[in-house]
């Protein structure tokens, strides 16, 4: 196992313009020996960009790469040390499947036995040991990754890309191969970055996210940090579901929406400041009989959605609050025989609110 | 500069370096456009400086061409050219519609076969449907008096002649866009209880628009700028072709021969802008999810088409069948015993057997160096990583070789190479030049040929195999060319055919030695032996027909060898 606490891949100021487009805009990142990176984002929010440019396909306009220690930022694609695989599969469709997964080893001139036994090793490792002889045509989706999967991997490299590996297959499949590439990932232990638009794909798998917007990093942090604890507004959007409720910080611990007052933590937020207050549906507490708590709302039900583990309500309540979504249990629905229609207390818990300052 | 965004003053720009790869591919470009630019824009620019200087090779402006508008006699077969090609364009553009939509939208019976005989005309030069014409309405034609008091010989003839050879050409833009069809489109039409004649009109119609728009196009630049039918049929009829070929061969005035066919340039270049801007709509309308249109039974109506398409092939099949005929009768009309006399071509003057010979090892050239060097310009326009500015100026290269007409590259050709200070002269006469000329005459459908079936390849294949260390030319031989395979023969073949056919370049280039069978029938019709010119061009169909079995012979044995992984 490397060292997981020793910097594998620095990027420096890193930049990529195409024409008047600024794709990714001075970004540094540091990714750890042995770490398991997501890129995640909106389509067009550079995170492909920034894997091609590692990778040396699309260079970057201005800054550094520096990989295991190594300046690699003006080497061509050859000189650099990294498996890579596609959406698409890329698999030559014209080689079998031992033939592709032979291909790069084929160029290390390898000797005939143990390009045969690394391949049947890798095959084996990625459950397709019978598939050998067969042409990739003749394969299903989730088998074709697998192959582009052991592909890249055969000649060893230090570095793992993958470009949103998953997003062609359905549900099913794509789920089963996350957590292959996951063990697949703690059993090889290389430093493997992927790039995905799936928020569950990222949370489920990276050890750390990189989440970014118009070509800059918005956050950087584990699975749970970048839930609990986003950095602003956009990651609390872009990251699960979440409420937002506008108001104004009254007095430290205060902020007034409307006719009224909600209790949170306003800390290194001044006075008279217009706020967003951030609630994810789920921390949204419903109680059957009104309760003696600052942060207790009375609420009106539009709609219920049933989500097959939860039901999300969609509840409207005083000024500030009219569109509102809280998720519940099917039991407590049950319980409490919530209708469209039904009124609900409702209480926003004090340790679940973050604010984030309005951008003016 | 504008449109980019710059970088702050203090910041190093990054400057990849290039691998061998890199280097070995840009040479590669380099080379192409040096070629292309040898073998078509430095004539070009020769043939445009000649049309501006007198016969001493002084400048004199655009003397020339005030001269050519002040002869009425040259002027009028502008008129005459626009007439024909237009005309010829309305009366195919409906044939060869209701002929593939009959091919594509019905389930009308033996479809594969009336698809087979619309494509005859593709294996003989054009010369031959003007020849066929001359033994069925000419002078001693079998149905002269169908014609009444007007003559074959003049724009009836080369109408009807024009519309017989590009037939084929029509066609085959119009099956390829009819078949694109999207039933989805067709059951939302009818879920909506839309009329079949609404339908026709707001789906059919539209779907197909482009394609009828490119293949009037190319019906028209192919009719304007062939010179077989109007030189054995047009009579006295003048059309520009004809006129650049009389000002050079006839008058050795090369200096009007270039200004003429600069003219000729002229409407050929903008049915090419016309077309390139029409493909590109084309390209918009498909969608990668439509699903394949499956034609339902009609009766009446596949009984209608099928009387229609009967009638267009037994048209077809008589232009032809009266050419056979012809070359075997002793002496049309006052022996008509049959008899191998037109087939003894070392007696006659045109070239002989050898004609024939040299047009064959030509067509095997260009198939063998055309295909190879073609598909290394396309791969090298599609695939090469970088350096935009070369694919795109090799892309343009590749392109212009379309809008110059045969006739008009060739005379480009004796100005630049018989340029006493060119080095390159000594091709003058030879074989070389003679390859050289065909190739570029068709490189430009070859190269898209090849670029449509780079472009099906998963553009990440150049990615992965540079992960994987593999050198350009490995990922080249083991991957592309093989995927490719089936478009790579297919422009060999297409080359061979068209070499075999031409005329119109060569007809410059040729010298004693290097006589084509295609030229010598021109010849011996000019000479009066119509029935030899018959039979030479009839060896040029049963050489082409012959090769067009081999082809799908070896075609098939490919397949069935390499690539297996088509099938799942």
């Known amino acids: 196992m490397p060292d997981s606490n020793q910097v594998y891949l620095r990027i420096e100021n890193l930049t990529k313009h195409f024409g008047e487009f600024v794709a990714v805009s001075d970004l540094s990142l540091e990714i750890n020996s042995g770490e398991f990176i997501c890129f995640l984002g909106p389509s067009g929010c550079g995170k492909t960009t920034l894997l091609r440019a590692i990778a040396g396909l699309d260079p970057q306009t201005a800054g550094r790469i520096n990989q295991a220690g190594k300046d690699i930022s003006d080497l061509p694609v050859s000189e650099r040390d990294f498996g890579i695989v596609f959406q698409s599969y890329a698999l030559f469709p014209n080689l079998t499947v031992y033939q592709n997964v032979a291909y790069g080893l084929e160029n290390q001139r390898l000797p005939r036995q143990e390009i045969h036994k690394r391949v049947t090793d890798l095959l084996e490792l990625v459950g397709l040991p019978e598939q050998i002889e067969k042409y990739p045509a003749q394969l299903s989706g989730g088998q074709q990754q697998r192959v582009a999967l052991s592909r890249a991997l055969a000649t060893s490299p230090g570095l793992l890309l993958l470009d949103e590996p998953l997003s062609a297959l359905d549900a099913r499949v794509r789920s089963s191969l996350r957590l292959e590439i996951r063990a697949l990932h703690q059993n090889l232990g290389i430093t493997t970055i992927l790039v995905t638009h799936d928020q569950e794909e990222a949370l489920s798998m990276a050890d750390r996210i990189v989440v970014m917007d118009q070509g800059r990093i918005e956050q950087v942090g584990t699975p749970i940090e970048i839930y609990s604890n986003p950095a602003s507004p956009f990651v609390a959007d872009f990251i699960g579901v979440m409420n937002f409720i506008h108001g104004e910080v009254t007095s430290p611990g205060l902020v007034s929406i409307e006719e009224k007052t909600l209790k949170c933590n306003t800390e290194n937020i001044p006075e008279k400041s217009n706020v967003r207050v951030t609630v994810r549906p789920e921390d949204i507490l419903c109680h059957s009989e009104l309760i003696e708590s600052p942060n207790t709302l009375e609420v009106k039900v539009k709609s219920l959605e049933f989500l097959g583990s939860f039901y999300r309500l969609f509840i409207s309540g005083p000024t500030g609050f009219e569109e509102l979504m809280a998720d519940l249990s099917i039991k407590q629905v049950h319980e409490q025989n919530i209708t469209p229609e039904s009124t609900l207390n409702i209480e926003l818990p004090t340790n679940r609110l973050l604010i984030f300052p309005e951008i003016s | ?568």
């Open chain 2, 1 to 568: 500069m504008s449109g980019t965004v710059s970088l702050p003053a203090n910041v190093v720009p990054v400057r990849i370096r290039l691998s061998r790869d890199d280097v070995i591919l840009r040479i590669g470009l380099f080379c192409l456009i040096t070629l292309l630019a040898i073998a078509v824009v430095f004539p070009l620019y020769t043939l445009l400086s000649k049309s501006l200087e007198d016969i001493d090779g002084k400048y004199v402006g655009l003397q020339n061409f005030r001269e050519y508008f002040e002869t009425p006699a040259l002027f009028s077969s502008i008129t005459n050219s626009l007439t024909v090609a237009i005309s010829v364009a309305l009366i195919v553009l409906v044939i060869a519609f209701v002929y593939g939509y009959a091919l594509t939208r019905t389930r009308m019976p033996l479809r594969w076969l009336f698809r087979g005989i619309a494509l005859i005309p593709i294996l003989a030069p054009s010369l031959l449907a003007a020849i066929s014409l001359i033994y069925w309405f000419g002078n001693q034609g079998v149905l002269r008096s169908w014609l009444g008091e007007s003559s074959i010989y003049g724009p009836i003839g080369i109408i009807i002649g024009s519309c017989f050879w590009v037939f084929p050409h029509a066609l085959m833009i119009i099956v390829t866009a009819l078949s694109t069809a999207d039933a989805r489109l067709y059951e939302a039409a009818e879920a909506l209880r839309t009329p079949k004649w609404r339908i026709f009109f707001t789906v059919t119609l539209p779907g197909a628009k482009y394609g009828i728009l490119s293949a009037g196009f190319i019906v028209f630049t192919l009719v304007i700028t062939d010179f077989g039918v109007p030189k054995v049929i047009g009579g006295r009829y003048n059309v520009l072709a004809t006129d650049v070929y009389k000002q050079v061969v006839g008058q050795q005035n090369f200096e009007m021969g270039a200004v003429v066919s600069l003219i000729l340039l002229l409407p050929a270049v903008l049915a090419f802008i016309a077309d390139r801007w029409v493909q590109r709509r084309q390209i918009a309308l498909l969608s990668p999810h439509a699903v394949p249109f499956q034609p339902k039974s009609h009766p009446l109506r596949d009984g209608i088409l099928f009387v229609f398409c009967l009638i267009v092939s037994i048209i077809l099949i008589s232009m032809l069948a009266m050419a056979v005929y012809a070359s075997f009768v002793t002496f049309w009309p006052y022996n008509l015993s049959l008899s191998l006399k037109n087939y003894n071509f070392d007696v006659m003057d045109g070239g002989g057997w050898e004609a024939y010979f040299n047009s064959i090892r030509m067509a095997i050239y260009c198939a063998v160096f055309g295909s190879g060097l073609i598909f290394f310009g396309s791969y090298l326009v599609e695939k090469a990583r970088g350096v935009t500015w070369l694919r795109t100026i090799l892309h343009l290269g590749s392109m212009l070789p379309l809008a110059v007409p045969g006739l008009v590259l060739g005379i480009a050709y004796i100005f630049f190479f018989n340029h006493p200070e060119n080095p390159l002269g000594f091709l003058y006469g030879t074989m070389g030049i003679l390859v050289i000329c065909t190739i570029v005459h068709f490189y430009t459908v070859s190269h898209l040929t090849c670029l449509t079936a780079l472009k099906q390849l998963d553009p990440e294949f150049e990615a992965v195999s540079l992960s994987l260390k593999s050198p350009v030319w490995r990922t080249f031989g083991k991957v592309t060319l093989p995927v490719c395979l089936p478009a790579f023969l297919d422009v060999a073949s297409y080359l061979f055919l068209n070499a075999m056919t031409t005329v119109s370049a060569v007809v410059f280039l040729y010298s004693p030695e290097t006589m084509l069978a295609s030229v010598a029938v021109l010849n011996m019709d000019d000479a009066g032996d119509i029935a030899p010119a018959a039979a030479m061009a009839l060896m040029i169909v049963y050489t082409s027909a012959v090769f067009r079995v081999l082809h799908a012979l070896l075609a098939r044995f490919i397949n069935s060898r390499t690539q297996v992984w088509r099938t799942r």
